[in-house]
């Protein structure tokens, strides 16, 4: 291993242009900066609005268990083919397992 750095470390006060920037192959800036003037409103719930986030988030996460549960379901006929396809095989002579007999 060689002792050498692997890039130099600039340390770039504000409102100055970096070496790198100021080369024509660079691109202007690497750092997204918001320049809109968006505000973030925090309320506080009160029970009623609390217990319908509480719904929604267990609605979502209860149809989110459905779906994925009904995924694995269809995988199960899927598995018990290749399944009965490997005994069906085995029974045949065929497969890896045919010499050890």
């Known amino acids: 291993m060689?002792?050498?750095?692997?890039?130099?470390?600039?340390?770039?006060?504000p409102g100055q242009s970096s070496s790198a920037e100021r080369e024509e192959s660079f691109a202007t800036s690497r750092v997204w900066i918001s320049t809109s003037g968006g505000q973030i409103k925090f309320v506080k719930l009160g029970p009623f609005q609390s217990m319908l986030v509480g719904v929604g988030l267990l609605l979502f996460v209860?149809?989110?268990?459905?779906?994925?549960?009904?995924?694995?379901?269809?995988?199960?006929?899927?598995?018990?083919?290749?399944?009965?396809?490997?005994?069906?095989?085995?029974?045949?002579?065929?497969?890896?397992?045919?010499?050890?007999?």
């Open 62 to 101: 209860g149809l989110g268990l459905f779906f994925l549960s009904g995924l694995f379901l269809l995988l199960v006929p899927a598995v018990a083919l290749l399944g009965a396809g490997a005994w069906v095989a085995n029974k045949l002579g065929f497969g890896p397992f045919r010499q050890l007999r």
């Open 2 to 13: 060689s002792d050498e750095p692997k890039g130099d470390i600039e340390i770039i006060p």
